[in-house]
């Protein structure tokens, strides 16, 4: 059975900083790209950033370029999302992605 299971959300102020995890299991994980999606109120599911199975590539949305690092490590089969320079604008439900499978999410609030 896959799961994607995300933590380290919480409430942050404007300027902070605050560390996803992602910890996957029930697939080949060193095998595929990983992604991390939000989805704020109202609003629809868009994507945050994307590493390759390797590290070697990394996708970042201009909204969050320069401010969040994705990482992984495949001996721990987890992935990370290092948020820093925090915005009110990032409040939003953060989610994992592999492939169609999606994780519970973890609530981000970031206050001004």
């Known amino acids: 059975e896959v799961r994607l299971v995300e933590s380290g959300g919480g409430l942050g102020q404007a300027g902070g900083s605050l560390k996803l995890s992602c910890q996957a299991s029930?697939?080949?994980?060193?095998?595929?790209?990983i992604a991390w999606f939000r989805q704020a109120p109202g609003k629809e599911r868009e994507g945050v950033a994307c590493?390759?199975?390797?590290?070697?590539?990394?996708y970042y949305d201009d909204s969050v370029k320069g401010r969040f690092t994705i990482s992984r490590d495949n001996a721990k089969n987890t992935v990370y999302l290092q948020m820093n320079s925090l915005k009110p604008e990032d409040t939003a439900v953060y989610y994992c992605?592999?492939?169609?499978?999606w994780g519970q999410g973890t609530q981000v609030t970031v206050s001004s």
């Open positions: 029930g697939f080949t994980f060193d095998d595929y790209a």
């Open positions: 992605n592999y492939e169609y499978y």
């Open positions: 590493i390759s199975n390797s590290a070697g590539t990394t």
